[in-house]
């Protein structure tokens, strides 16, 4: 059973920058979408930011354009997530998901319909 695996987790300062990165636990068929989630303590679960490779999107969530970006890494199947100007309320643990399948769907409109999830990684900003 592939697992997917988040790496990049830690403790920051507010306005310091964090770079997650999700990759499979063994080789794969291409990854066809992955996604972004956190879940701060006592909130529920959000998507964040997600990766279409047949549509060839990237797409962050409206409130954290300008400071997060997605993006593919150098090594295959490898998703990163960059977290700059971090704030408090960005503290939560982050999780990505995964498809190895094609969907008529974009990665917007899967929501939580993703059929891998990593452990999470847990992000903390505090001074």
């Known amino acids: 059973q592939v697992q997917f695996v988040e790496s990049g987790g830690g403790l920051v300062q507010p306005g310091g920058s964090l770079t997650l990165s999700c990759a499979p636990s063994?080789?794969?068929?291409?990854?066809?979408?992955l996604a972004w989630f956190r879940r701060a303590s006592g909130e529920a679960r959000e998507a964040i930011a997600c990766f279409d490779r047949r549509a060839g999107s990237r797409v962050i969530l409206d409130s954290l354009k300008g400071r997060f970006s997605i993006s593919t890494g150098d090594t295959r199947n490898t998703v990163h997530l960059q977290m700059n100007n971090l704030r408090p309320e960005d503290t939560a643990t982050y999780y990505c998901?995964?498809?190895?399948?094609?969907?008529?769907?974009?990665?917007?409109?899967?929501?939580?319909?993703?059929?891998?999830w990593g452990q999470g990684t847990q992000v903390t900003v505090s001074a």
């Open positions: 998901a995964a498809n190895l399948m094609p969907s008529h769907y974009t990665c917007q409109e899967l929501g939580e319909d993703y059929a891998y």
């Open positions: 063994r080789n794969t068929p291409d990854v066809e979408t």
